[in-house]
């Protein structure tokens, strides 16, 4: 499960002896999470963001525990016992405040963490299962988001839920029906907030379980690094503990003070104010958007206006909306270059940088109201995001030419260094090599 | 790999008695699975209180020419509107031609009863609720709703004639019960 110079767990105090020989518990940690596991010794700051979205996980299971022993799910009392958190409740504003944008936060991270998989080429062979596992972690993500905004019973609470469960009805002859099964009645009700509430509730807890699975296959080949060259020897890794831990608390400190940033000076920056209005029924806001998070997707569901091969457009729009996210599943088969890293990609690092900046105009038309030019704008933008991962990928794998890549991991460090790299074949695995600077 | 005589019998097809079990055993327990799992599925459909309130009956008595009232029906909004003749014979006059979702009145409203408009109050552009069955809303360019989200403008039959919408406002299936009540659903 891990490479053959990995440091061996050899506790020394008897008790740790006798607990380990009956439940070896603390030799898993070690072995996961702790010395045991030698990793790429030049991975980036971008690394930082696995480690940060299982922190960013484990804040919005914690907040939303306690959130969840003062708030009502049901229509009569879910706002207030909202506002009953937010004046009565001690401290529930900073809990709250800490649960809505830690969403955002959770987001920002797991987003940085995808760009960063698709830069280096973390979804390629033998990581395939990591990613996909990944791209399951963040459509439950999506689900867990959408039904928690719906629970404050706001207006947004309310119409988006309409909107995103009427997305259902546009199946051909089975769609309302799904529709009125999801939401338990005509229109979003009663039975909607408490089935959203006890859904909302465990699917945390289902991602936690995926987290688990994903990081147990990727301690099977380990992390990839910048240069996309596979580990070696020993010469090219270091332990996780305590070189990377340390390196993990310094981008956690950031984390924080951003995040706390949030929660502390522009609490409801990242919300939409119309939320603080209780659902109405009879009253549309006049523009129902989803989180921001949720824009880009939001985005390729409306660019759809014509319909098409009998299909029509509301129905294109919801299928090219789910399958935006579904073909990310196939990308290890879509991207068939050998060469895993952007860096010695010099056409696909074009694209890349293209996709990236499509993203934000995708987010920026799912903002804005549904007419010209957005229309157009976010028709251009969902066609290529299509077309990115469809066409221009598996073409660039044939007629790119790759720069040369580096011998290996410890020679690019170095390099850099301008240092030797340092033998360590001579040395006993458990020795740890020195770190790079 | 136990080859007893018993579970060989029957060589000449290559069918066991014993590949009769498994695929009795097999169907058997997913029918059994499917009856358990049922009862979990549909417990997600609308619950018998909410079914109870599927059908709404509405006392028109109240309601003078040239006035609306809103209602809710399933949880939605409905637009119970008396037409003037004014505003029937506007909408009379309109040229299928000119149609998006081409329909006349005739076809949105019930024979002897031509004045009762009666329709969802769901813009079937994004599912706002549109304007102008209130005293005083916006009521568009044609003089039946107007949907501020996005600009769709319906005339006196509910039918729209411009913004993005794509179809006429819904006519929910209702009857007459009298002369002045109506039951939706």
């Known amino acids: ?437 | 790999m136990a080859t007893t005589p018993e579970t060989m019998t029957d060589g000449a097809d290559g069918v066991r008695r014993r590949d009769f079990i498994y695929v009795a055993t097999g169907a058997f327990a997913a029918v059994g699975a499917a009856a358990v799992v049922w009862p979990f599925v549909n417990q997600m459909n609308p619950s018998a209180d909410v079914r109870a309130l599927a059908t709404i009956e509405i006392d028109l008595s109240s309601i003078l020419p040239g006035q609306a009232i809103k209602t809710i029906w399933q949880s939605k909004p409905v637009f119970v509107r008396n037409l003037t003749p004014v505003e029937q014979d506007e909408a009379n006059k309109v040229p299928l031609a000119e149609l998006r979702d081409p329909q006349t009145l005739a076809d949105r409203t019930k024979d002897g009863n031509r004045n009762w408009l009666i329709t969802l109050g769901i813009c079937t552009h994004l599912g706002c609720v549109p304007l102008g069955a209130s005293e005083g809303e916006n009521k568009g360019d044609y003089g039946g709703y107007f949907c501020p989200c996005h600009g769709s403008h319906y005339d006196t039959a509910a039918r729209i004639r411009r913004g993005p919408a794509p179809t006429n406002l819904f006519v929910p299936a209702y009857a007459f019960k009298t002369p002045t009540l109506i039951e939706i659903g």
């Open chain 1, 1 to 437: 499960m891990s490479f053959p110079w990995a440091n061996q767990y050899q506790p020394k105090s008897p008790l740790m002896q006798w607990v380990d020989s009956r439940l070896p518990l603390p030799r898993l940690v070690y072995n996961s999470v702790g010395a045991g596991y030698p990793v790429p010794r030049n991975i980036n700051y971008l690394y930082n963001f696995g480690v940060l979205a299982g922190i960013a996980l484990m804040i919005q299971i914690i907040t939303g525990i306690v959130l969840a022993m003062h708030y009502s799910a049901h229509i009569t009392t879910a706002f207030d016992s909202v506002e009953h958190i937010m004046r009565n409740v001690n401290s529930g504003w900073l809990i709250r405040y800490m649960h809505m944008n830690g969403a955002s936060f959770f987001f920002i991270v797991i987003y940085i963490h995808i760009f960063r998989g698709l830069y280096y080429g973390s979804y390629k062979a033998p990581r395939e299962m990591v990613w996909m596992l990944g791209v399951l972690i963040l459509l439950l993500m999506m689900a867990t988001a959408f039904m928690g905004y719906v629970l404050p019973w706001g207006q947004m609470s309310f119409w988006g839920a309409q909107v995103i469960t009427s997305l259902f009805s546009a199946i051909p002859l089975v769609g309302e029906s799904i529709r009125i099964w999801l939401v338990g009645g005509f229109a979003p009700d009663n039975a909607t907030i408490t089935r959203f509430f006890s859904l909302h509730y465990v699917l945390p807890f289902v991602i936690l379980g995926v987290v688990i699975l994903k990081i147990w296959a990727l301690h099977i080949p380990g992390s990839t690094n910048p240069t996309g060259v596979d580990v070696q020897g020993p010469q090219d890794t270091l332990p996780f503990h305590p070189y990377f831990t340390a390196k993990d608390f310094f981008s956690l400190t950031i984390y924080l003070m951003l995040f706390s940033a949030f929660v502390f000076f522009m609490p409801n920056a990242l919300g939409h104010p119309d939320n603080y209005i209780p659902a109405n029924p009879l009253s549309t806001p006049a523009h129902i958007v989803p989180e921001w998070y949720l824009l880009p997707f939001y985005a390729i569901l409306r660019a759809f206006t014509i319909d098409f091969l009998w299909i029509p457009a509301k129905l294109w729009g919801v299928i090219a909306m789910f399958a935006s996210i579904l073909l990310l599943f196939f990308l290890p088969w879509l991207d068939t270059s050998r060469v895993k890293s952007a860096t010695y990609r010099p056409l696909y690092k074009k694209f890349y940088w293209v996709l990236f900046v499509n993203m934000f105009l995708l987010g920026y038309v799912g903002a804005m109201p549904a007419e010209e030019p957005y229309v157009r704008i976010g028709q251009i933008a969902t066609a290529y995001y299509f077309a990115h991962f469809l066409i221009i990928m598996p073409l660039l794998s044939f007629i790119e030419k790759p720069l040369p890549l580096p011998n290996s991991i410890a020679e690019s460090v170095f390099a850099k260094a301008g240092k030797k790299p340092v033998t360590v074949g001579a040395v006993p695995s458990a020795a740890q090599p020195a770190p790079a600077e």
